[in-house]
């Protein structure tokens, strides 16, 4: 199969950049993250400028601008942070963490809950803060039978990589595309698997019109919806980094659905939940929190009338 000299030279780029951060110390290869990080905040400045406007629509004027300019500043430092520890863990050499002993008790929440509940599985809600890629990895460890659906990349040689760098033993991926994916995600949720998803994107069709961060959200309905199809809860997992190297896990939960209400309700009942709590996690500690989505989960959704 030939590929397009454009995606062959982003593949190349790539693959050297990853090469070097895998071969450096832990520590080092934050270092070298961090220096990245602080380029990108000075020379990409729209998307900086874009970042701070978002937090002030959520925050108005309580912050000061220096305030703002250090949750930013954050947002992004813990993006690349993320970044180099995926390609760490997931490298020719692949390695454990330091730093992770705060995710003990929230996994051992999730064994006490399996153990109790033999057979039934759950949905692990994971929005984007601390190292969200962490809870799918900590998970497994832990003895959680856990899967995922993974987004494709434009550029195949791109995507085949960064898939095997998310790759973890006891993690399934299952990308967008596979055959009967729907069918397979409902099987996996009855067989008593945890789909860990991502509860704070922004849909680009109409989806569950949610209160958040003092404005709405038109929210991807999947999390409740897989919740109420399967009868199985939701757990929000929200990863938090603390300095540079250590992880903590805060687990709340189980949203339950409710047969007795209307379909629509209920995943409206249950997305309003679980979004009402990452608002209050993010309000307390809003650096943790990714604020340079392409979608940002506020923009205001068209009706039929305008689209």
């Known amino acids: 199969m030939k590929h397009r000299p454009k995606h062959v030279v982003e593949y190349v780029l790539l693959r050297a950049v990853c090469g070097l951060i895998a071969r450096l110390p832990y520590r080092l290869a934050l270092a070298l993250a961090w ?18 406007r ?16 250090r949750i930013a500043w954050h947002s992004l430092r813990n993006t690349a942070f993320n970044l180099a520890e995926m ?10 963490l330091p730093g992770l002993d705060g995710l003990e008790t929230s996994i051992g929440r999730f064994r ?23 809870a799918g990895l900590a998970a497994p460890a832990g003895g959680i039978d856990l899967f995922t659906i993974t987004g494709l990349q434009k550029n195949p040689l791109v995507n085949a990589y960064l898939q095997r760098l998310r790759h973890a033993p006891g993690l399934e991926l299952l990308p967008r595309g596979t055959p009967n994916l729907l069918r ?5 949720l009855r067989a008593g698997k945890f789909l860990a998803i991502m509860p704070d994107l922004r849909s680009r069709q109409a989806g569950v019109p949610v209160r ?5 959200a038109n929210l991807y309905p999947g999390t409740a919806q897989f919740a109420r199809q399967a009868n199985i809860p939701i757990f929000l997992a929200v990863m938090k980094r603390h300095g540079w190297t250590r992880h903590t896990l805060d687990l709340h939960g189980p949203f339950e659905p409710d047969p007795a209400l209307p379909k629509d309700e209920d995943i409206l009942r249950l997305s309003q939940a679980v979004m009402e709590l990452l608002d209050a996690e993010i309000r307390r500690d809003p650096g943790q929190w990714f604020w340079y989505n392409k979608r940002w989960i506020l923009d205001p959704f068209p009706g039929p009338e305008a689209r």
């Not at 978002?54 to 300019?69: A, D, H, K, T, Y």
């Not at 397979?184 to 996996?188: D, G, T």
């Not at 958040?212 to 709405?216: D, P």
């Open 112 to 134: 006490s809950y399996v153990s109790a509940h033999p057979g039934r599985g759950g949905i692990c809600a994971c929005p984007h803060t601390g190292n969200w890629e962490l």
């Open 35 to 52: 220096g990245l990080a602080h380029l990108a905040f000075s020379v990409f400045r729209w998307r900086r400028r874009e970042a701070i």
């Open 212 to 216: 958040f961060l003092g404005a709405e």
């Open 184 to 188: 397979r995600v409902l099987a996996n």
């Open 54 to 69: 978002r937090i002030r629509q959520v925050f108005g004027e309580s912050l000061s601008p220096r305030q703002v300019r």
């Open 87 to 96: 390609i760490y863990m997931g490298g020719a050499r692949p390695r454990t």
